[in-house]
């Protein structure tokens, strides 16, 4: 099944990332939850260290960041660890996911998608400061 996933900060009307992928199956959130992280995992860890293209910078440009495509660090974590702490975030609410613009809750809720769903995962930013 190919979906959009959409990533951005809740701070920002600009997208970090936008990409179309294929996904197996999916039931519930939390499947659509793990299927993404083992996929970012696998796309970080396979992808050769490379020059970025002109057309990637400008599109970096546009967001306001222009990044390398280097990995900086080369410690293989474990994919059950990494798992785990992407549900943790999940349940302190550290970043919402909406599904075609409807906020998605319970991990175990059952989802439906279609083709060319768009999932759009929002990162919340924590504020520091104090109360008095």
């Known amino acids: 099944?190919?979906?959009k996933i959409i990533k951005k900060k809740a701070s920002s009307l600009k997208e970090l990332s936008h990409e179309d992928i294929e996904l197996e199956q999916i039931e519930t959130l939390k499947d659509l939850l793990v299927q993404i992280t083992i996929y970012e995992f696998y796309k970080q860890h396979t992808s050769k260290q490379e020059?970025?293209?002109?057309?990637e910078i400008n599109e970096q440009a546009q967001l306001g960041k222009i990044t390398w495509?280097?990995?900086y660090n080369d410690k293989?974590?474990?994919?059950t660890k990494i798992i785990e702490?992407?549900?943790q975030d999940y349940h302190d609410g550290?970043?919402?996911?909406?599904?075609?613009k409807e906020e998605c809750?319970?991990?175990?809720e059952k989802l439906v998608?279609?083709?060319?769903?768009e999932v759009v995962i929002i990162k919340l930013v924590m504020m520091a400061g104090r109360l008095w």
Do not use: P, Y
Request: a negative charge; aromatic letters at 8%.
């Open 113 to 117: 998608f279609e083709e060319e769903n």
């Open 85 to 87: 702490v992407m549900l």
């Open 69 to 71: 495509k280097e990995l």
């Open 105 to 108: 809750g319970d991990l175990d």
């Open 94 to 100: 550290l970043f919402r996911v909406f599904l075609n």
């Open 76 to 79: 293989k974590e474990d994919i």
């Open 51 to 55: 020059l970025l293209t002109q057309d």
């Open 1 to 3: 099944m190919k979906i």
